[in-house]
């Protein structure tokens, strides 16, 4: 595997990445010299605890040295767009950074959200595509404009784990958040329970649907109890709106979406999901979060799991 970006570096073959990753659960340090001498450059534009913390664990487990950089924190301010006279508060440009922190490490993992301003920036993959493309190095995504494909790999690992049909029911419902969040989480579990062939519906407000080249096939349901009923997992995330003219914007708030006993009361004993961070009592009702059911905090662990199987898949690769 050359690089991580999407589903689709896995090679089409989820069954195996799934295997791969149940070894690896099974025995974290087995792989611990094939990282030797092999360092782990990650660059973070936004915050993170999970992303951070798991991919420096994994990368720990197989053996790599780990630099973190910060680039809000420390670094020069970096300008991204070319023909620009940078006599601003910008000191270097990010056409110049990216091949140098490419030749302080053997791989290089990348944070960077959507801005949610132009569309058509983050849709490309603005940023995330020039670290594939001048870093000359393997590139990791750990969450960029329009996909979080390590937490994917890990809701994936954690749906296998606790399933308890063949083919479970899964439920991704929109959730309300006081702020606008990008679609990533979204897109991209969208894009990974399509491919894992469950059955899969996507529930949210009018004004809140995702791109179609991410959702697929996937049932829209607007009524959030119709699309819950029955289900076996709730996966609850927000996102601000996709579509014109609202790309970007918070269109609602409205608290009946908070996922809750009485909502999750209609499911199949559903066990509920979520990303992390969240925001309680916005998105889950403390007894929900902190219920029998609430797979939150296992599916985080499960985040070391799916950064270590795609670690080791790159280092065998280089
Ligand atoms: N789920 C997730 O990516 O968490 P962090 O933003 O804390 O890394």
């Known amino acids: 595997m050359k690089k991580f970006t999407n589903i689709n570096d896995l090679g089409g073959n989820l069954p195996e990445a799934l295997k791969e990753a149940s070894e690896i659960k099974k025995d974290r340090f087995k792989y611990a010299e094939l990282g030797r001498n092999k360092t782990l450059l990650m660059v973070f534009f936004n915050a993170s605890l999970r992303t951070r913390l798991s991919t420096q664990k994994a990368a720990t487990n197989l053996g790599m040295n780990t630099i973190t950089l910060d680039i809000n924190q420390g670094a020069w301010k970096l300008e991204t767009k070319r023909n620009v006279i940078m006599d601003g508060d910008k000191s270097e440009h990010i056409l110049e950074a990216i091949p140098v922190m490419g030749s302080y490490?053997?791989?290089?993992?990348?944070r960077s959200f959507a801005g949610l301003e132009n569309k058509e920036e983050d849709y490309t993959e603005k940023i995330l595509n020039q670290f594939i493309k001048y870093s000359g190095r393997p590139v990791i995504s750990m969450e960029a404009a329009t996909r979080h494909p390590l937490q994917s790999f890990a809701d994936l690992i954690t749906i296998e784990e606790y399933k308890r049909t063949i083919r479970p029911k899964v439920v991704m419902t929109w959730a309300p958040h006081p702020k606008a969040l990008p679609q990533a989480v979204a897109n991209s579990f969208a894009?990974?329970?399509?491919?894992?062939?469950?059955?899969?519906?996507?529930?949210h407000p009018e004004g809140y649907e995702l791109d179609p080249a991410f959702t697929g096939n996937a049932r829209i349901e607007?009524?959030?109890?119709?699309?819950l009923r029955g289900a076996d997992f709730v996966y609850a995330k927000n996102?601000?709106?996709?579509?014109?003219?609202?790309?970007?914007?918070?269109?609602s708030t409205d608290r009946k979406w908070t996922v809750d006993v009485r909502t999750m009361g209609v499911t199949n004993n559903a066990y509920f999901m979520h990303c992390?961070?969240?925001?309680?009592?916005?998105?889950?009702?403390d007894a929900v979060i902190e219920g029998?059911?609430?797979?939150?905090?296992?599916?985080?662990?499960?985040?070391?799991?799916?950064?270590?199987?795609?670690?080791?898949?790159?280092?065998?690769?280089i």
């Open 105 to 110: 490490c053997d791989i290089i993992a990348i």
């Open 239 to 251: 996102w601000s709106a996709y579509t014109d003219p609202n790309y970007g914007k918070v269109l």
């Open 276 to 285: 992390l961070p969240v925001r309680r009592n916005m998105i889950v009702s």
């Open 292 to 317: 029998p059911q609430s797979l939150v905090i296992p599916e985080a662990a499960n985040r070391e799991i799916s950064a270590q199987t795609v670690l080791k898949r790159i280092l065998s690769n």
């Open 222 to 227: 607007y009524d959030h109890i119709k699309a």
């Open 191 to 203: 894009e990974w329970m399509n491919a894992a062939g469950y059955e899969f519906i996507i529930t």
